[in-house]
């Protein structure tokens, strides 16, 4: 008993996947990455005000805490990250750790 299996279409389904690509716009993936990496970022945020109580807060390790769009290459949309800005002037910036089971409390 054979079995022959015929796949047709191999061509236009390129072409579409092509297409698709081609029209995921910088203009329009940028904002959802940004949106996406302020919610990284805020979470970050929450997390460090939920640190130790008896320290005397400044809220630079807070400010320090930022979503940042970066600069596109090509045509392709630009990356966007949360990240620890250093240019904060607090002294504990090293010490925030944005892991994944962090943020899931948040």
Known sequence: MDIEIKIGGMGELK???????KSLLPD???PI??????????AVKAKIRAGPKPI???GNLEKGAVARILDRVGSNPAPA??????KTKSKHQYLVNCLPSMLETA
């Open 15 to 21: 072409k579409s996947l092509l297409s698709m690509e």
């Open 28 to 30: 329009l993936v940028e």
């Open 33 to 42: 990455l940004l949106d996406s990496a302020k919610k990284i970022a805020k």
């Open 56 to 58: 005397t807060r400044t």
């Open 81 to 86: 990250i949360a990240a620890m800005d250093w």
